[in-house]
């Protein structure tokens, strides 16, 4: 009875698989059409800002909507670090997130085997939403780290455009970490950024926690920080708690106690999370959902949008000191990706899906 069950789940996965790839492909052709948001939206609004406003760092509202004043940026090299996916210009967040990069950068290098940090998006100039990749990042408190290792050299900016991602899942099994690709570094990394008290989640791909839950030796103090959610296979993402006196900031509410690797796990390896949408009922038609405007965000931003912008990248990323330097003119950049959310080998990610991200 217990083999013709499993049997019988294996089918399912392979059909649901089948059928999340199907419906994924033609939602991806139906963004494709609409890449663009509608003039006069948030998401227009704030992605056609290019600089942070003048004024002291203030995130406002929740990290799924919100915006964020007096933004820095994370600089495009450091000893420890690069940025990638130039062209998108989401390498700004607050400065406590910015500090905590840089600190993971050196903290993993120096005493976990890690070579330095790829830094996908943090959020926008002024936060808010974003046309693409997140639901959240809007508020400059979160960002996504590749787990790919930083390579020896600089890259060139084409090179940070089209380097691929690599998924630590094993093709055609579900929810498996591949032996070839994870390694034990990649779980020192991981265990490194949950260890600092201002990060306050991770979120990693199901198959990456419950590697961490069966294979984790070390101090497991923290291992409950790390959140199993769709995709994430390739990068994980760190959230950090509302910065002390940001009185604008909405908090989320903290992660249990225990170290995540029971039931809350085991539920992403059942049918229910990966079951196709239930379709209308007949004679409905679902509803279209409606842009998100900077009105239906917290009253500040409006003013955030509006601010002057600092004098240029040099000056939000170095300071005033920095401006007086001669700027280095840019480097041309090729089109941007349509999304830093690498697809798992199981298939892409339901749009639908409930998410905290």
Not at 29 to 51: C, H, I, N, R, T
Request: net charge positive; hydrophobic share 40%; charged share 20%.
């Amino acid at each position: 009875m217990a083999l013709h069950t499993a049997r019988t789940f294996q089918t399912f996965l392979k059909l649901a698989f089948a059928g999340v790839l199907g419906a994924s492909l033609v939602a991806g052709d139906a963004s494709a059409e609409q890449k663009q948001p509608s003039p006069g939206s948030a998401k227009a609004l704030f992605g056609a800002v290019a600089l942070p406003n003048q004024g002291a760092a203030q995130p406002f509202g929740f990290y799924a909507k919100g915006c964020m004043s007096g933004a820095v940026a994370l600089p495009t090299d450091g000893p420890t670090w690069q940025t990638m996916r130039l062209s998108r210009n989401r390498h700004w967040g607050n400065p406590a997130m910015i500090s905590l990069l840089e600190r993971l950068s050196r903290d993993a290098a120096k005493y976990d085997g890690w070579p330095g940090l790829l830094v996908g998006d943090i959020s926008q100039p002024r936060g808010g939403p974003m046309f693409n990749g997140h639901a959240s990042h809007q508020i400059g408190l979160d960002a996504d780290v590749w787990l790919t290792p930083m390579p020896a050299h600089p890259m060139s900016v084409e090179a940070r455009e089209t380097l691929p991602f690599t998924t630590m899942l094993q093709k055609g099994a579900f929810l498996t970490i591949n032996p070839d690709v994870w390694t034990e570094s990649r779980a020192r990394l991981l265990m490194r950024a949950a260890s600092y008290p201002q990060v306050e989640r991770i979120f990693v791909n199901p198959a990456i926690k419950k590697k961490m839950c069966d294979t984790w030796r070390g101090d497991r103090t923290n291992l409950g920080k790390l959140r199993p959610i769709y995709g994430h296979d390739s990068h994980f993402h760190i959230r950090i708690k509302c910065p002390p006196g940001a009185a604008s900031c909405k908090p989320q509410a903290p992660v249990p106690a225990d170290d995540g690797c029971g039931k809350s796990l085991a539920w992403w390896f059942t049918k229910e999370p990966w079951a196709p949408p239930k379709p209308p009922k007949p004679g409905t038609k679902p509803a279209k959902p409606r842009e998100v405007m900077v009105s239906d965000l917290p009253n500040a931003c409006s003013s955030v949008l509006a601010a002057p912008s600092v004098g240029s990248v040099q000056t939000a990323t170095f300071g005033a000191a920095a401006a007086a330097a001669p700027e280095v003119a840019p480097m041309a950049l090729v089109p941007a990706a349509a999304s830093d959310e690498a697809l798992p080998a199981i298939g892409p990610v339901p749009d639908d899906k409930p998410s905290d991200e």
